[in-house]
T-cell receptor, first 108, second 114 residues
Framework: GENVEQHPSTLSVQEGDSAVIKCTYS??????FPWYKQELGKGPQLIID?????GEKKDQRIAVTLNKTAKHFSLHITETQPEDSAVYFC???????FGTGTSLTVIP | NAGVTQTPKFQVLKTGQSMTLQCAQD?????MSWYRQDPGMGLRLIHY???????DQGEVPNGYNVSRSTTEDFPLRLLSAAPSQTSVYFC?????????????FGNGTRLTVT
């Protein structure tokens, strides 16, 4: 929904490069910011989340950063691999609103 | 542990027909919700439930009804299908309402209304 904006809508990177996806939200009361990965024909799956009391969280090659003042958060994937190719969604505002998705393609 | 199970996987309806999309979870989650996914529009919340006997509307509730008679099941009803309801529907559940709690999604029902 328009309450959560996500960019870019498509992203192609070479294997081994980094990928960054950004989301902005409207409701300053939001305090939970998950990222989901959706593979073809399947439902979205949580890959990482962050709560408003921290600014950054890492899990191996995946990290999320949060700027509450600017109301935006970003997903960072380092050392991308072909299996990272999927559609990624952010969410905010109690997960009432999702971003419109980013189709990531990792080129071998 | 099956997680969230949606049936059917595919369905074709004619305009005006009714049907129920089934959703069941075996994780004893209190919170359940329905989203629709359309190209370029991401996931949009249709209805949600914070527990048995309690339902509420999301962003796009028109044309859909829900009920929550048990913790496990949260069916979505289309009373009179319209072509605008052609979409992929996802059911999700979480331990608590969507704030601070990851959603577990089913694999979706692809609905076509002709």
């Amino acid at each position: 929904g328009e309450n959560v904006e996500q960019h870019p809508s498509t992203l192609s990177v070479q294997e081994g490069d980094s990928a960054v996806i950004k989301c902005t939200y409207s409701d300053s009361a939001s305090n939970y910011f998950p990222w989901y990965k959706q593979e073809l024909g399947k439902g979205p799956q949580l890959i990482i989340d962050i709560r408003s009391n921290v600014g950054e969280k890492k899990d191996q090659r995946i990290a999320v950063t949060l700027n509450k003042t600017a109301k935006h958060f970003s997903l960072h994937i380092t050392e991308t691999q072909p299996e990272d190719s999927a559609v990624y969604f952010c969410a905010a505002e109690k997960q009432f609103y999702f971003g419109t998705g980013t189709s990531l393609t990792v080129i071998p | 542990n099956a997680g969230v199970t949606q049936t059917p996987k595919f369905q074709v309806l004619k305009t005006g027909q009714s049907m129920t999309l089934q959703c069941a979870q075996d994780m004893n989650h209190e919170y359940m919700s329905w989203y629709r996914q359309d190209p370029g529009m991401g996931l949009r919340l249709i209805h949600y439930s914070v527990g048995a006997g309690i339902t509420d509307q999301g962003e796009v509730p028109n044309g859909y009804n829900v009920s929550r008679s048990t913790t496990e099941d949260f069916p979505l009803r289309l009373l009179s299908a319209a072509p605008s309801q052609t979409s992929v529907y996802f059911c999700a559940s979480s331990r608590r309402p969507g704030n601070n709690s990851p959603l577990h999604f089913g694999n979706g029902t692809r609905l076509t209304v002709t």
